[in-house]
């Protein structure tokens, strides 16, 4: 098997030939083993210098902290289990006359209302409602998250963008518009904070330097804590 050496790790890999490829590709599989995948006649050695210049990419999903099994996605079913600012609340699904699919929130139970004709499939369509619901949920509390906070901050987003990212829970731009990923709504509300004065802070500081962490600290004392709770718990956020 051949080695791949980066600085002091040396890492095994395999290489597949792929019939109907055209380029050279990496895939690191759940047990973190890494593949190259060539097209026919691909000159093998030239595998190895490109693997190198990925070797940022491979050292970060190789060499990532075990995080047990793959997270069971949601199957979308009476009774599972959904976070809401940190609280559990359970799925329940009922039939309803109308043509609209309507989703209500209330003691602790998520409620969808399906109308009886189904053009997809059960899961599928209360997927698709919850996602709409929560997005509209991040609207509004998002927006009032940044409201309170723009006054203890100084300053405020010239626009806030509420949308789903695959890999980040907010970002600031040089022009002052702030996004969030509506995602971020299911976590406890010291996170959402946390997320929220994040982004804010950097208006001031476009960068994660010292002043930038000074900063953000004396608006959250405590955010380290709630720095590794998304560390923790981030993937489970995203996992449907
Ligand atoms: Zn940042």
Not at 3 to 30: C, H, K, N, W
Not at 67 to 87: C, D, H, I, Q, W
Request: proline share 7%; hydrophobic share 40%; aromatic share 8%.
């Amino acid at each position: 098997m051949p080695m791949l050496s980066i600085g002091t790790i040396v890492i095994p890999y395999t290489i597949e030939v792929r019939p109907r490829r055209r380029y050279l590709a990496i895939q690191v599989d759940s047990q973190h083993r890494l593949k190259v995948l060539v097209p026919p006649g691909y000159p093998l050695h030239d595998v190895e210098p490109f693997l190198l210049q990925k070797s940022r990419w491979i050292m970060h999903h190789v060499m990532r902290p075990d995080s047990g099994p793959p997270m069971p996605s949601k199957t979308f079913v009476n009774g599972e289990a959904f976070l809401l600012r940190g609280e559990m609340v359970r799925l329940k699904i009922v039939r309803s006359e109308g043509q609209v699919v309507r989703v209500h929130c209330a003691d602790e139970v998520l409620e969808v209302g399906l109308p009886t004709l189904a053009d997809t499939t059960e899961a599928e369509r209360v997927r698709d409602a919850l996602v709409e619901w929560y997005r509209d949920r991040a609207i509004g509390i998002l927006s009032a998250r940044i409201k309170h906070y723009r006054g203890i901050v100084g300053r405020g987003p010239t626009r806030l963008k509420i949308a789903e990212y695959k890999s980040r829970w907010g970002f600031c731009r040089a022009d002052g518009l702030i996004a969030l990923n509506w995602r971020i709504i299911q976590a406890p509300e010291p996170v959402i904070d946390y997320v929220v004065v994040h982004e804010l802070t950097h208006l001031d500081h476009p960068h994660h330097q010292g002043a930038f962490w000074q900063a953000l600290e004396m608006i959250l004392p405590h955010y380290r804590l709630q720095k590794k709770w998304l560390r923790d718990h981030g993937a489970e956020l995203g996992a449907w």
